[in-house]
């Protein structure tokens, strides 16, 4: 569709019948990226609020669209990064991210955390050297007065405030772990995220929303059993690529929910809903 057939469609925004909103959505969801300059010149021209609502609307659907379509691709192929993935839930929230920016920001920090390891040395070592880095020298922190906002889930959000909640924060610090060739794993135990490290001798967890506090896999069973949760570690099984974006979009849902943000929070489960489907 033209450029001039789309702003012909978008002077019928107002009309109240079903039919012709419906044909304007589909028309805009087939144009894509390209109707969003059109959609955003159109909402600053006008000032009736119901407008400017559907038009919001309309940018959510496409942003849906787009990023539903890269996940897609992204699930359907062999490597699965994550890092990439991560950004792209982001863009539901943040269309306009910077992409470039950001993944610069996070090589400099893969970079700058394996300058700090030695070439020798075994993993606990470097996952020693990796908690002094990310938590004294970068700074990171945990957030504890509102953990479960949605801009600490996001991993834009954590590289620039240096705050995340358990989530977040183990996320990062899997990725760096995992850059850095260590073998690690991502678990989801109680209420909280761990790194996992098990070499089938050297058994230990890692929580990096207590600035990566270790406990051994027997004193984390300990812990489990005065919870009432059930101590078989084995229970707890790695989380993969596809089930961290699909957790990601869960807690984003809850969050924008708590924050009294429908809107999102509808975005987010249509999301979710894609992701599941795919897993």
């Known amino acids: 569709m033209q450029p001039n057939q789309l702003q ?28 969003v300059p059109l959609l955003e010149q159109k909402w600053l021209e006008t000032a009736d609020p ?19 379509q890269i996940l ?40 700058t955390t394996w300058l700090q390891l030695p070439s020798y040395g075994d993993t606990f070592e470097k996952l020693l050297i990796l908690n002094r880095h990310l938590f004294v020298q970068e700074r990171f922190q945990p957030e504890t007065v509102r953990p479960n906002h949605p801009r600490y889930y996001f991993i834009h959000e954590v590289l620039d405030t240096r705050r995340g909640n358990t989530f977040s924060l183990t996320v990062l610090y899997y990725l760096l772990a995992s850059e850095l060739e260590m073998q690690v794993s991502v678990v989801s135990i109680g209420n909280r995220y761990l790194i996992r490290y098990f070499d089938g001798t050297l058994h230990f967890y890692i929580d990096p929303y207590k600035k990566g506090f270790v406990l051994l896999a027997n004193q984390l069973m300990q812990i489990l059993q005065n919870s009432n949760l059930s101590d078989n570690l084995a229970h707890y099984a790695s989380l993969s690529h596809p089930y961290l974006i699909l957790r990601l979009t869960q807690h984003l849902e809850e969050a924008y929910r708590a924050e009294g943000k429908p809107d999102k929070q509808r975005l987010y489960a249509a999301l979710r809903e894609r992701i599941d489907v795919q897993i």
Do not use: C
């Not at 012909?8 to 109707?35: C, M, N, R, T, Y």
């Not at 119901?50 to 496409?62: C, K, N, V």
């Not at 990064?81 to 539901?92: G, H, I, K, S």
């Open 72 to 111: 897609y691709e992204w699930r359907m192929g062999t490597e699965q990064p994550l890092f990439p993935a991560l950004l792209q839930v982001a863009r539901l929230s943040y269309p306009s991210l910077n992409i470039a920016k950001y993944t610069a920001a996070y090589r400099r920090l893969v970079h």
């Open 8 to 35: 012909a469609l978008l002077h019928l925004l107002d009309d109240p019948d079903p039919f012709v909103q419906s044909h304007i959505e589909s028309a805009i969801l087939q144009a894509g990226q390209a109707a």
């Open 50 to 68: 119901q407008i400017q609502q559907r038009i919001e609307e309309l940018l959510d659907l496409i942003q849906l669209e787009t990023v539903g």
